[in-house]
C-alpha cells in the first residue's frame, strides 16, 4: 500500500516558522522568567536591608534609652544628697552612710561649701584638693552656680590621663552645701552596653560627646577619626534617631544612631 503524498503547506517555510516561535514565544518567557528572578532579588535585597537598618536603629534606640537611665539614676542620687546636706546633716556622715552610691560615682563624691570651699570627699582627695587645670576649671564653673538642678559637666581628662570623668554638681539652694559625683563614662558606657552589644558583633559602637570627644568605643582597628564629621553624629548630638545607608569599599554600611538625653 503506498504512502498518501506530503503535502506542504503553501507559503510557509518551516525552520522559519521555528525561529519565529522560538523569537515570539520562548525568549519573552525567558527575558520574563528572569525579570522575576532578578527582580524578586532585589526586592529581597531591599528588604533585607530595611530590615537591618530598623534593628540597628532599634539597638541604637535601647542604649541610648539605657544610657539615659542610668545618668537619671545618678542625678537623682546626687539631688538626695543635696537635700540631705540642706537638712542640716554632716557631709561627713552623709557620704559614709552612702557607700552604696560608690560603683555609680567610681571617682568618688565630695562636698563644698556654699562658697566653694572643700569640706569632705570619698575616694581619691587628690581629684578635689589637688586638681589638673582642666578639672579646676570645671569645677569651679559647676561651684559658681550652684543650682538645684543636677548639672553634667563636659569630658574632663583624669589625672592618669588614661580616661575621661564627668562630673554631676546639685545643692538644694544657693546658701546649701554642694555636693559632687565623679565617674567614668565609659565604664558607664561598658557596664550599660555589654548587655545589649556581644563581644563578637560585627560593626562598630561609639558614644560621643558634643564635643567630639569619643568617650566609649567598642570596635576594631583604628579609632574613629573626626567624630563630629562621621554620619549621623550631628544627628544624634541633636537628638534625633535614624539609620543612614553610606557606601563603602566593602560594600554598603548601616549607620543607626540615638541621642542620649
Known amino acids: 500500500m503506498s504512502k498518501p503524498p506530503h503535502l506542504p503547506l503553501p507559503g510557509i517555510r518551516w525552520r522559519g516558522l521555528t525561529l519565529q516561535l522560538f523569537a515570539w514565544v520562548v525568549l519573552p518567557l525567558i527575558a520574563l522568567l528572569l525579570l ?46 543635696a537635700l540631705r546636706a540642706a537638712d542640716g546633716h554632716s557631709p561627713s556622715h552623709i557620704l559614709l552612710s552612702s557607700n552604696f552610691l560608690l560603683p555609680d560615682f567610681d571617682a568618688g563624691l565630695a562636698f563644698f ?10 575616694g581619691d582627695d587628690v581629684l578635689w584638693i589637688n586638681p589638673t587645670e582642666a578639672f579646676r576649671i570645671e569645677l569651679n564653673e559647676m561651684l559658681a552656680v550652684g543650682d538645684a538642678d543636677p548639672r553634667f559637666s ?82 544624634a548630638l541633636r537628638g534625633e534617631s535614624g539609620a543612614i545607608y553610606t557606601p563603602a569599599e566593602d560594600g554598603e554600611h548601616v549607620v543607626a544612631y540615638s541621642g542620649v538625653a
Open 154 to 235: 563636659s569630658a574632663i581628662p583624669s589625672p592618669a590621663g588614661s580616661k575621661q570623668i564627668v562630673l554631676v554638681s546639685a545643692a538644694a539652694h544657693s546658701g546649701a552645701p554642694i555636693v559632687v559625683g565623679a565617674f567614668y563614662p565609659s565604664t558607664l558606657a561598658e557596664r550599660t552596653l555589654a548587655s545589649l552589644f556581644k563581644a563578637g558583633d560585627q560593626g562598630i559602637i561609639c558614644v560621643i560627646a558634643s564635643d567630639g570627644q569619643v568617650l566609649f568605643s567598642i570596635r576594631e582597628g583604628a579609632p574613629l577619626a573626626e567624630p563630629l564629621s562621621h554620619p549621623g553624629v550631628s544627628e
Open 113 to 122: 561649701s556654699p562658697e566653694g570651699d572643700f569640706l569632705t570627699s570619698t
Open 36 to 81: 522575576v528572578t532578578f527582580g524578586s532579588l532585589a526586592l529581597h535585597q531591599r528588604a533585607m536591608r530595611t530590615l537591618v537598618g530598623e534593628r540597628d536603629e532599634r539597638a541604637a534606640r535601647t542604649a541610648a534609652s539605657a544610657l539615659t537611665e542610668q545618668l537619671n539614676h545618678r542625678t537623682a542620687a546626687i539631688r538626695s544628697l
